[in-house]
């Protein structure tokens, strides 16, 4: 059967390893994500450098996803991630940001460095090899307007403040770029976050920045 034939859970999938019937972490994928699930890895298309910071600058966030292979990876361990902790925000809080609580130290955005944790991202997305997609999280809120689902002027500010200080003076700022994704978008809720891509940054910076964080795409 060639792969144009296959249902979207068969395909990148070895013969061995297919189910007749759909697995139950893909049951319920929406129509982008089958989509995406019924193409060849060797067809995908990587972005470009140039195209993420085009991506990011025209607001259309909506339009990065994940190499097939890897989507199917990350929504079959987001499944298993629900059943073992409730929530995938539960595991982030609990395992990834080994946070007590979420009550910000300091009132003020990005005041208290205890406040804040970068990290890799667990899933990039299908972009060049060379970029690295890192997330800030914050235990105080960025805030969206309502209005638009996007950042107000006076967040975006704040956070052009601190990506600056921490990513841009430290390299050149054509290959750092950020954004936050629409509240609609958002895979984890109730934790602020929001995302870095650094262009082929020295490896020894990015482990500085993350403590020597590894992503559970490398682990599993």
């Given at each position: 059967m060639s792969p144009g034939t296959l249902p979207y859970w068969q395909v990148n999938v070895s013969l061995s390893k297919r189910s007749a019937e759909?697995?139950?972490f893909l049951v319920h994928a929406n129509a982008k994500d089958q989509q995406i699930l019924s193409t060849i890895d060797g067809e995908y298309h990587r972005l470009t450098w140039p195209e993420v910071r085009h991506i990011i600058q025209t607001n259309r966030?909506?339009?990065?996803?994940?190499?097939?292979?890897?989507?199917?990876?990350?929504?079959?361990?987001?499944?298993?991630?629900?059943?073992?902790?409730?929530s995938v925000m539960n595991f982030v809080v609990q395992e990834r940001l080994h946070w007590n609580d979420l009550k910000p130290h300091n009132s003020e955005a990005f005041a208290d460095p205890d406040d804040i944790k970068i990290l890799?991202?667990?899933?990039?997305y299908g972009i060049d090899e060379k970029i690295v997609h890192l997330v800030v999280w914050t235990k105080f809120d960025l805030e969206d307007d309502p209005a638009t689902d996007d950042l107000t002027p006076a967040a975006r500010k704040l956070i052009d403040e601190y990506v600056d200080r921490t990513f841009g003076s430290q390299m050149d700022p054509e290959h750092v770029i950020?954004?936050?994704?629409?509240?609609?978008l958002k895979?984890?809720?109730?934790?602020e976050h929001f995302h870095v891509m650094l262009y082929d940054p020295r490896p020894d910076f990015v482990d500085r920045l993350t403590n020597g964080d590894v992503p559970l795409s490398r682990k599993v």
């Open positions: 759909c697995p139950d966030i909506d339009l990065f996803q994940r190499v097939p292979s890897d989507l199917r990876r990350y929504l079959e361990y987001n499944w298993g991630l629900k059943k073992r902790y409730g890799w991202n667990d899933w990039p950020w954004f936050k994704n629409w509240r609609s895979s984890v809720h109730a934790v």
